[in-house]
């Protein structure tokens, strides 16, 4: 299995950092790709990736959380300057979010669109934050629309025709442990899209899986996500596992 989206680096992991890797890799999770935050974190992301070469994989973006009126721009310098200086598997994680602040919205929107032309220009795929932000997420990626705009929507939270919308401009779904919450509401339509538009993560350490809503979550847990798939589309976990597993290979080829 592959973990599309885990903050390994995190400070929530600074006590058993190598241990929570050993405990994926002891579940078979193969591969665990970082989404960047911003320039503060940057070193942390990049080292732990330098001590798992081949197994940890860092993106490089700007999230819009931390797009802010003083600072934004000098953050969106140091991505462009570590996109120039060697490759990322995809700009990440990027969007829009306006469950946090609403008041950055023209900045954030702004952000959003130059990096979408830089993956544009590299031919990387996107990573997508999208929170409270559907309708203004379409609207920039219809403009932006273009053979090479691609990537994963994380995630994914939104309703069956928001999860089409997505399919149809070319990106797929970003699924963690949000589909195995009573309230999730997800696995009421999932069987209805294609696994073969579906990647497996865990967003960790946020958003556990039930049994450990509410705890810090694990990228060890992401069998958990993959066991409620089996159950949502009734086929064997294997399954579940190859088909995921390719697509997040296709996608950060």
């Not at 721009?73 to 969007?95: C, M, S």
């Not at 090479?148 to 995630?155: S, T």
């Not at 060890?220 to 949502?232: N, Q, R, T």
Request: hydrophobic share 35%; proline share 4%.
């Amino acid at each position: 299995m592959i973990d599309t989206h885990t903050h390994l680096y995190a400070e929530e992991f600074d006590e058993d950092r190598k241990e929570a890797i050993q405990r994926a890799l002891d579940k078979g999770i193969t591969e665990f790709y970082l989404p960047a935050i911003d320039s503060e974190s940057h070193e942390k992301m990049l080292q732990l990736e330098a001590e798992y070469p081949n197994q940890i994989f860092s993106m490089m973006g700007l999230h819009p959380c931390y797009v802010k009126p003083e600072t934004w721009e000098k953050e969106l310098e140091t991505v462009k300057n570590y996109l120039d200086q060697r490759a990322f598997p995809a700009i990440g994680e990027i969007g829009i979010d306006l469950y946090w602040d609403k008041t950055t919205l023209d900045i954030q929107v702004k952000a959003f669109e130059q990096q979408i032309d830089w993956a544009i220009e590299k031919d990387l795929p996107i990573v997508i934050h999208t929170r409270e932000s559907f309708d203004e997420t379409f609207e920039v990626l219809e403009r932006k629309k273009h053979p090479k705009l691609r990537g994963i929507f994380h995630c994914f939270s939104g309703n069956l025709e928001q999860a089409k919308h997505a399919i149809d401009l070319n990106f797929i779904l970003g699924i963690g442990g949000v589909v195995t919450f009573k309230n999730g509401k997800i696995d009421q339509f999932l069987n209805e899209i294609s696994l073969d538009k579906i990647v497996l993560e865990t967003d960790s350490p946020y958003l556990a899986p039930v049994p450990h809503r509410g705890k810090r979550n694990e990228s060890s847990y992401l069998d958990l996500v993959a066991g409620k798939l089996v159950d949502i589309y009734k086929v064997d976990f294997s399954e579940i596992d190859r088909i995921t597993t390719e697509n997040a290979k296709k996608m950060f080829s």
